[in-house]
């Protein structure tokens, strides 16, 4: 199998599908996925990949060839964590929408929600930082409110007679 194109000048001049009885390939079809592959079984002929296009270099790539071929081309969000661990920590995103992340783990990826009520994905670690402050600040208040509540009550058991 060939090299794969690293940008969308390459992909232009790049051929798909070279082989003995067609010499000279196809030319690149932007509408599709830049990634060569060999489609079919036994006997499997060269070919671009068929899936739509909008990730990695140039977006000229699907997403499970733009994860496979160009992992550094994903984005590094933070995980705030908020409980008993109260941690930041970097995450791969392969992709987002105003609701859900794409979370890269290894060789594979899930999505899932990008808030929860113990966590929440950022783009920035500032953004995850400020959320974490203000999770515990809020902890805090109720606590303190707590207290309030609490040593008035205790007054009042207190003060209780036979």
């Not at 990730?55 to 499970?64: A, Q, S, V």
């Not at 999505?111 to 783009?123: A, C, E, H, Q």
């Not at 515990?136 to 205790?154: F, P, W």
Request: net charge positive.
């Amino acid at each position: 199998m060939s090299r794969q194109p690293t940008s969308l000048e390459q992909a232009k001049i790049h051929r798909y599908g070279k082989w003995a009885g067609c010499p000279n390939g196809n030319p690149y079809q932007e509408r599709y996925c830049a990634a060569h592959i060999m489609m079919g079984g036994r006997g499997s002929l060269p070919t671009q990949c068929r899936s739509k296009p909008g990730h990695g270099p140039d977006g000229i790539y699907c997403k499970t060839h733009a994860l496979e071929h160009f992992p550094e081309s994903l984005g590094t969000w933070y995980k705030s964590r908020f409980g008993y661990t109260n941690t930041i920590e970097p995450v791969q995103v392969a992709n987002f929408s105003g609701s859900t992340v794409t979370v890269i783990t290894g060789h594979t990826s899930h999505r899932t929600k990008r808030s929860g009520s113990d966590y929440s994905y950022f783009p920035t670690f500032d953004e995850a930082k400020d959320w974490l402050i203000g999770k515990i600040e809020g902890r805090l208040k109720r606590a303190e409110s707590d207290v309030v509540e609490y040593r008035k009550t205790l007054e009042n058991v207190k003060s209780l007679e036979p």
